[in-house]
């Protein structure tokens, strides 16, 4: 089975239903010989997310630790139907990776058939990376026309371990997302959406769907640091760990 050895989408006790603290997360990913991991906890709509200044504060950890490299980031919260987010314009910038997610907790305009508009805002708003989890059959969209569109403004399409056991009623459209990023040559990344260290790293369930569809190996762009780094450098023009504190450098 391929590795995918930087890991896009983590969770630390900043998010109060996940149970490892960031230093258990950097020491799990060190023990498996992970290349890296972005910690990227819920925007501050999720019921149990923390406050703004979690996210204004990232500076503060470490780049490197235990030879893991560490991006910083955020798993925000669509809004609404228009597409609106939860972290301010200004925190989002500094983000190395911001992952975007429809919550129902946290999405006002559950009660539409259709949310392609909501995705369409999400990816041609210049300040969002990743569309994570989103098969979900209660917030459908318009696959085929939002994957294209991703492709277009150099957005990447998350295909999520935890959807396998948690969001079990979206595999199938998960499914039909990867292959339309096939078909499309839309690249994606693997996560695993660890909310407890031992889950990082891990990505067989998604693995194995990807396997059975004969996924292709080249348009997964986390399967080493390198190649998530290059392409959030070169294609989507943002520049990767640069918001340290002046003494880290
Ligand atoms: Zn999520
Ligand atoms: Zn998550």
């Given at each position: 089975m391929m590795r995918i050895k930087f890991d896009t989408h983590t969770h630390t006790i900043a998010s109060t239903h996940a149970y490892s603290t960031f230093t258990e997360n950097a020491t799990f990913a060190a023990k498996i010989g992970m290349d890296g991991f972005a910690v990227t906890d819920h925007g501050p709509a999720m019921p149990d997310a923390p406050h703004d200044w979690h996210f204004r504060n990232l500076k503060n950890l470490p780049?490197?630790?235990f030879g893991q490299k560490i991006l910083v980031g955020a798993e925000v919260n669509i809004l609404d139907i228009k597409g609106n987010i939860d972290?301010?314009?200004?925190?989002?910038?500094?983000?190395?990776?911001?992952?975007?997610?429809i919550h129902e907790p946290a999405y006002k305009d559950t009660d539409k058939d259709d949310h392609t508009e909501?995705?369409?805002?999400?990816?041609?708003?210049?300040?969002?990376?990743?569309?994570?989890?989103?098969?979900?059959?209660?917030?459908?969209?318009?696959?085929?026309?939002i994957?294209?569109?991703?492709?277009?403004?150099?957005?990447?399409?998350?295909?999520n371990n935890h959807t396998f056991f948690v969001r079990r009623s979206n595999v199938e459209n998960c499914r039909r997302i990867a292959?339309?990023?096939?078909?499309?040559?839309?690249?994606?990344?693997?996560?695993?959406?660890?909310?407890?260290?031992?889950?990082?790293?891990?990505?067989?369930?998604?693995?194995?769907?990807?396997?059975?569809?004969?996924?292709?190996?080249?348009?997964?762009?986390?399967?080493?640091?390198e190649k998530f780094k290059d392409f959030m450098e070169n294609e989507r023009g943002k520049k990767m760990g640069a918001w340290v504190l002046q003494a880290q450098i």
């Open positions: 780049r490197l630790m972290l301010d314009e200004d925190i989002l910038k500094r983000l190395d990776v911001v992952n975007v997610s909501a995705y369409e805002a999400i990816v041609t708003n210049p300040l969002t990376d990743i569309i994570c989890h989103s098969g979900s059959p209660k917030f459908k969209y318009d696959y085929e026309y994957i294209k569109l991703a492709k277009k403004h150099n957005k990447l399409i998350e295909i292959e339309i990023c096939k078909k499309t040559g839309t690249g994606i990344v693997v996560s695993s959406d660890a909310h407890f260290s031992m889950d990082i790293g891990n990505y067989d369930l998604a693995l194995g769907m990807l396997e059975e569809i004969d996924f292709p190996e080249e348009l997964i762009m986390n399967t080493t640091y």
